[in-house]
């Protein structure tokens, strides 16, 4: 049957597809057969985030990769430059909150090593460089 091409509903895309390659590395003798007889190419999915939004054919701000991949609106543009610019700020904000954190912790050890009788604040204010007057 060459050339006979089984259109698979989408919603049924994953399934099949993990079905077939476990099939495919199997034990079994006909499995066995077509690995050696048969050259596999499995593409992985190149619109995770149209279809993780209920997208099949279109990326995630619903215009068609088959009709734009030439000639991408600059809206389409404008929104990925803008997405980029929010990661990168979520990224510094989540860094900021660590150093916060991280500084807390060290106050906190600090403390604690005062009252374990290191000297409390007197060994906080020595350890502090201060010019003479």
């Known amino acids: 049957m060459k050339g006979f091409f089984f259109p698979i509903p989408k919603s049924l895309a994953h399934t099949h597809t993990h079905t077939h390659i476990e099939y495919l590395?199997?034990?079994?003798?006909?499995?066995?057969?077509?690995?050696?007889?048969?050259?596999?190419?499995?593409?992985?999915?190149?619109n995770p985030d149209g279809v993780f939004l209920g997208?099949?054919?279109?990326?995630?701000?619903?215009?068609?990769?088959?009709?734009q991949y030439d000639a991408p609106s600059a809206w389409y543009?404008?929104?990925?430059?803008?997405?980029?610019?929010?990661?990168r700020e979520r990224e510094r904000?989540?860094?900021?909150?660590?150093?916060?954190?991280e500084r807390v912790r060290e106050i906190d050890r600090k403390k604690k090593r005062g009252r374990r009788g290191g000297g409390g604040q007197h060994s906080l204010l020595r350890s502090q460089h201060r010019p003479p007057v």
């Open 25 to 46: 590395i199997s034990n079994d003798a006909n499995a066995k057969k077509l690995r050696k007889n048969v050259t596999f190419i499995v593409i992985p999915m190149l």
């Open 55 to 67: 997208n099949y054919r279109t990326a995630f701000c619903g215009l068609d990769l088959n009709r």
């Open 77 to 87: 543009e404008k929104e990925k430059k803008n997405e980029r610019e929010r990661e």
């Open 93 to 101: 904000e989540r860094e900021r909150k660590r150093k916060i954190k």
